[in-house]
């Protein structure tokens, strides 16, 4: 089982637990051209299944707010 803290002010708001929870990729611009590029984004968490991803999480961006795995 996979488990990831979500915290606001470093006080846990919220537990996901389950099997196969993983963080997720984003697509970024690169610097100076129209291309992109996938990156990790840890306030993206995905439940895949079987090769599939079934659930997708996004977590706030405010500064205040982080994601951890525990």
Do not use: C, H
Request: hydrophobic share 35%; proline share 3%; net charge positive.
């Amino acid at each position: 089982m996979d488990t990831y803290s979500v915290k606001l002010d470093g006080k846990e708001v919220a537990r996901i637990t389950g099997k196969g929870i993983t963080t997720a990729k984003k697509a970024q611009f690169i610097k100076g051209t129209y291309q992109t590029e996938l990156v990790d984004d840890p306030k993206l968490l995905k439940l895949t299944v079987d090769g599939k991803t079934i659930l997708v999480f996004y977590v706030s961006s405010e500064p205040n707010v982080t994601v951890e795995k525990v």
